[in-house]
C-alpha cells in the first residue's frame, strides 16, 4: 500500500485547520505581506483639496479662451503658490496665479495652463493656448472620498495597499497574527552547524531550509532545534514547542527502521493518526497527527524530501491558516526540455528550473537525500503516478516554487 494520493491528504490537513482570526496593531513597516483585520475607511478626501497637476498658472478659462501664440492673452499675476503652501488670492477676471505641482488651486482659477503655453511671465503673463474649464484640474477627493470604504478586512497587504494606509495618515494598522509553526528535527546523526563534524555524523539542513522556508512565507518560527532519536525525549520538546505553536513540524524518523522514532513519539504523546504515507516521491513515509487540537507533520528525513513536502503539504495549510491567497499552490503547464527516464507507482516531484513556458530538470543527482542539485530551481515537476518516462517535449504540470 503506497498511501493516500495527495490530494487526499491535503484534505485531510486542511479540513483541520481554519484561518486565525487573533488580531493585531502593527506599524505599516511591517504591515507588507499581513492580512488586514478590520475594513479601512477615509477620514478625509484625497487629495485633500484641489491640487495642480503641472507647473504653470491657474487661471479662468473663460479669459483664454481667445489666446494663440499671435494672439496671447495678457494676465496679471497675482501671487506664486507652491506645493505644500495656501494662497491668499482668489482668481478674478483678468488675473492669474503662479502654481506648482501639488500646490492647492486658488478659488476662482478652474483650469491650470502649463507653463509650456506661456511666457513664464513674474508681474504679468502671455497665454498662448486656450484650456477648457476643468482642465489640468485635479479635485478634491479625486483618488478616495471621506467616508469611502478604502481596503476590506481579509485583504493582504502588498506595497499599493501599505502605501494607501500611509495616505490616509495612518501609522499603524490592525493585522490578523501570523500562524507560529515549531520545526523540529530528529536524528543522532545530525548535529548542528558549528559543531565539529565527528565519525558519523552530518550536519542539519532540513532545520535551515525548513525555518528559511516558513519565514519568507511570513511564518513566525517559535521553536527550531535538533533532538535525537530518543523518542522520549523528542516528545518532550513537542509538547513544549506545541505549546507555543500552532504548527509543529519535524524531519525524520518516519520510515520502518529501528530508529524511526515518530511512530512512538506519535504514542507517547497520545496524538490521533491522521495518515501515515502518501503516494508521492519524495516523502512517501510522510506521518501526520494531531496532538491536543494542533497538527503534527513529520516529514522524511531526507532534506529534498523535507523540502517537497513543506511545499506540497504544509504550504496549504499555512495559505488557509493565515489567510494569504498569495501562498496557494500555484500550477502552470511547461514543454520539458529535458528527459526522466524512471517509471514510478506514485505520483513523482522533479525539482526543475522554469522559464517562459519551458522546464528543465537540472544535471547531477535527483535522489530525495540530495539537496545540492536544487540550488536555483524555482519549480516541481510533477509526472504522474503510472507515466513511463517523460520525454523531451512533453508538456508537464508544474508547481511554481
Ligand atoms: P530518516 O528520515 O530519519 O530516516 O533520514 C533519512 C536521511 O536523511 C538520512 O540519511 C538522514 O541522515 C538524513 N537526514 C535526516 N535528518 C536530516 C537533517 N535534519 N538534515 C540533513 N539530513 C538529514
Ligand atoms: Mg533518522
Redesign the pocket.
Known sequence: MSGLILEQAQNLLLERVNMIKDAEEITLWDAGGRVLAKDIYAEHDQPPFPRSPLDGYAVRSADISTASKDHPVRLRVLEEVDAGHVGSRCVEPGTAVRIMTGAPIPDGADCIVGQEDTDYGEETVEVYEPIGSYENYCYAGEDYKAGTKILGEGLLLGAVEVGILASLGLEGVSVYRSPKAAVI???D??ILPGEELAGGK??????HTLVTRLRMWGMEVTAKE?VG?DAAFAAERIREAAGNADLVIT?????V?K??IMHEVVKLLGCETIFWKIAVKPGM?TLCAQYQGKLLICL????Y??TVNLELLVRPLLCKMSGRPDLKIRRVRAVTESTFPKMSRVTRYVRGYYENGKVRIPDGSNA??I?STMCGCNCLIEIPAGTSRLERGDTADIILL
Open positions: 528535527t530528529t536524528g546523526e545530525i552530518i550536519y542539519d539542513s532540513n532545520l535538533r532519536d524531519t525524520g524518523g518516519v520510515s527502521g530508529k524511526d513515509p522524511s528525513g531526507n532534506p524530501g523535507a530525495s537525500g539537496l
